[in-house]
């Protein structure tokens, strides 16, 4: 039996702005994980088993858009011959899916490396990450690449996506977060918002591109802040980005009453992090401020918390 895992992720500055070239720093989730378990077994043939979705199907018979599915032929590519008949490979997580914590993301990164032991592969962690990257393609049709690579990594990161290659930097805070992140209980679908948001920057390109410039700027200021180990500035500063993504008309009345009634329970700051429209909240708070900004979030109408402590 062959396991791998990987985190779930939460973007801490730039969502959205960063398909369109500006820098986003993300972090990942290390209490929230997926899981690939590659087991051997008898049978014609490869077996891909979803238990949390109450999913089983063959490899051969899976449709092309099937995740896992594209994940294993992405392998077999990679690897140059195909998966044993008999093989067995299932997936579980503890991330809640659409909620902007990288849920698929995470199960391609395990799922790459499970199969890359199988295959007895040496992968770098830009190669998972690059692999994992084609995976996001069939999930959210443009992504900027920053799921994939904060995930691969697990560590902090600076990401701008730009050509011929992504600028990537790992950085570790000067001072360690500590995050609450609220569930709205709202699925969000990345793709469709994506979407969204590129049409209405056809449409409004001037306005669309002074937002995506503003929240370049507070990624650059929220970098600068972490490196200080200025905790009080870094919720500032997720204030403003929070704002920018309302004028960015990715928020919802969901996300924005969390965020009030975090702020008003004590917390440094608070934005959404992911694609928005539903999904997840995240508030920097200290320690002696968690409990009360828990409160005041369930009382609020979260539908769950998570914790994670970053750097």
């Known amino acids: 039996m062959i396991t791998a895992t990987a985190p779930g992720k939460v973007i801490l500055f730039g969502e959205h702005a960063v398909v369109y070239g500006r820098p986003a720093l993300a972090a990942p989730v290390t209490q929230l994980r997926a899981r690939a378990v590659v087991e051997m077994g008898d049978g ?6 979803a238990p949390d ?3 089983a199907t063959t490899l051969a018979a899976a449709r092309a858009d099937n995740a896992l599915a594209a994940t294993a032929r992405l392998m077999e590519q990679r690897a140059g011959r195909p998966l044993p008949p008999g093989l067995s490979l299932s997936v579980s997580s503890a991330i809640p899916i659409a909620s902007g914590l990288g849920s698929g993301a995470a199960i391609a990164v395990a799922v790459i490396r499970a ?15 690059a692999l994992a990257y084609e995976i996001e393609r069939l999930h959210h049709g443009t992504p900027s690449g920053i799921d994939n690579t904060v995930i691969a990594f697990e560590q902090p990161v600076y990401f701008v996506r730009q050509q011929p290659a992504n600028r990537i930097e790992t950085f570790r805070p000067a001072r360690p977060l500590r995050l609450v992140i609220a569930d709205t209980g709202v699925r969000s679908a990345t793709k469709v ?3 969204d948001v590129r049409r209405r920057w056809e449409a409004e390109r001037d306005r669309f591109e002074a937002i995506f410039d503003a929240c370049g700027r507070l990624a650059e200021a929220g970098r600068a802040a972490l490196a200080a180990g200025d905790l009080a500035a870094v919720g500032r500063l997720m204030d403003e980005n929070h704002a920018q993504l309302v004028e960015m008309t990715v928020s919802s009345a969901d996300l924005d009453h969390l965020a009030g009634a975090a702020r008003a329970a004590g917390a440094l700051g608070a934005k959404l992090s992911g694609a928005g429209r ?18 005041g ?10 914790r994670s402590d970053v750097g």
């Open 44 to 49: 014609p043939e490869v077996r891909l088993v």
């Open 53 to 55: 979705l109450g999913r």
């Open 278 to 295: 539903g999904g997840n909240l995240i508030a920097l708070v200290d320690e002696s401020g968690e409990a009360a900004v828990c409160d």
């Open 297 to 306: 979030l369930m009382a609020a109408g979260a539908a769950r918390l998570f």
């Open 193 to 195: 918002v994506v979407g």
């Open 115 to 129: 199969l890359g032991d199988c295959f007895q592969l040496e992968l770098s962690r830009e190669e998972v990450s």
